[in-house]
């Protein structure tokens, strides 16, 4: 079933058209986007008389990003920028036939002004000029402390048609081999990569898994340096058409997308169906979602529940603590948590040794859910238990049944 919180909605006619808009991120308060709405005066046949230009939104108008980035009669398009915004990476596309293009991935300086410098053109390793290189994306990948460039390749070697592949961006324009994304690719076509850097999260589009429809949007987490289980995004994001192309903000509250849903605008009135010139942009707002956490107690050894324990909720980044509970009638510590997050649980009890802590994560969390931690406690050790052992003195043995008396000194 479609997820109430959250609501999907068309960009409308200023700025989707009969032809194909597509790749939309954000950046800071721009939309940012590629049209193939343009006509190529050279060739008069559908769909190559089209050539496609980077745009952003001007009130309700779509212009030019940057009077450099853009040339007529060649495709530019999926515009990306990397973590200080001091370059852009783009792609320039060239027909190969009437319906089919290849591409190569280029990169221009963000100049002091803000304008765009000269263009700089990917290495070999990354434009195998064998292949279609295209849909980069930027990512600062935490564990290997690097920018990584991702993009979408359909070289020799690869699961399928195109493939996810993954460049560290090293020095300068040194770029560290290319590597195939691995479990993440399937035999079908995987593209549209795009990472989301402040939860570590890669999402694209893939016509490999099980999907509703020609392209589903998929996500995979980043833990230890390698990314994890394939998440579907699920409706209303996905739906029985080709979506793709999915971006989302630094604060999770707003995502783009592209599709050929129904409601998307066609080349002829009435044509419901999927076709190369038809995406349009989508706005995906995500509303406010319950997340909670129940920590259960219980003691180690006997793996009884324990009551009366002091769970402390701690927010990791501030260190400030956002939550205590002492709970002596079952062992719940109920916690709302917050999207964005990271949590570390920390547990005490007077009869038991305090716990290192427990850590939980929101930061990717996009859909409500209830987490649920166990956490035992070991039993601590009494500092002031004596034993007294008492022996003949003479033979040595254990002497039994004597009485023996403990007086406290300090209370008369």
């Known amino acids: 079933s479609p997820d109430e919180n959250i ?8 700025i989707n058209t009969p032809f194909s808009d597509f790749a939309p991120i954000q950046v800071e308060d721009k939309l940012v986007f590629s049209s193939l709405r343009f006509d190529h005066d ?23 990003y940057d009077e450099n980035i853009n040339t007529d009669d060649v495709l530019t398009a999926h515009s990306a920028f990397n973590i200080n915004r001091s370059r852009i990476y783009y792609t320039i596309c060239t027909y190969i036939n009437v319906s089919d293009v290849e591409c190569d991935i280029y990169y221009r300086p963000v100049l002091g002004d803000g304008t765009l410098g000269n263009a700089v053109m990917l290495p070999e390793s990354i434009n195998d000029p064998s292949s279609t290189n295209t849909q980069p994306s930027v990512g600062f990948n935490e564990k ?36 195939n994304l691995g479990d993440v ?62 971006s989302l903000t630094d604060d999770t509250n707003t995502a783009h997308f592209s599709s050929n849903r129904t409601g998307s605008t066609y080349l002829e009135e009435g044509e419901e169906y999927c076709c190369v010139s038809c ?7 995500i509303g406010d979602i319950k997340l909670d956490l129940n920590a ?18 701690i ?6 603590e956002v939550g205590v509970i002492i709970n002596l009638e079952t062992n719940d510590h109920m916690f709302d948590l917050q999207r964005g997050m990271e949590y570390k649980i920390v547990v005490e009890h007077e009869d038991y040794l305090p716990t290192d802590g427990t850590y939980i994560s929101t930061i990717r969390a996009f859909r409500s859910e209830s987490h ?14 004596l034993q007294v052992l008492t022996f003949d003195q003479l033979t040595r043995a254990a002497l039994n049944g004597t009485t023996v008396t403990l007086t406290d000194l300090t209370d008369n």
Not at 42 to 64: C, M, N
Not at 374 to 381: R, V
């Open 315 to 320: 927010n990791v980044t501030s260190s400030e």
């Open 279 to 285: 995406y349009d942009i989508f706005r995906v707002d």
């Open 372 to 385: 649920i931690r166990k956490i035992y406690l070991d039993k601590a050790p009494n500092p002031y238990e």
């Open 42 to 64: 050279k060739i008069e046949k559908l769909p190559a008389s089209q050539y496609s230009k980077v745009l952003t939104v001007d009130g309700t108008s779509a212009v030019d």
């Open 7 to 14: 609501s999907v909605e068309h960009l409308g006619e200023g």
């Open 185 to 246: 690719n399937t035999t079908g076509n995987d593209i549209t990569p795009y990472f989301h850097n402040s939860s570590q999260v890669l999402y694209f589009s893939s016509d490999g898994y099980q999907r509703l429809g020609g392209y589903d949007i998929y996500r995979s987490g980043v833990d230890e340096g390698v990314f994890g289980d394939v998440e579907h995004l699920g409706s209303p994001i996905n739906s029985s058409y080709d979506d793709l192309y999915y």
């Open 296 to 313: 259960l107690t219980f003691d180690k050894e006997t793996l009884e529940p324990l009551l009366g324990a002091t769970v402390r909720l």
């Open 144 to 179: 290997m402390g690097k920018e990584v460039l991702y993009f979408s390749s359909d070289r020799d070697g690869g699961k399928g048609g195109m493939d996810i592949y993954y460049s560290s961006l090293e020095s300068g324009d040194t770029f560290g081999s290319v590597q």
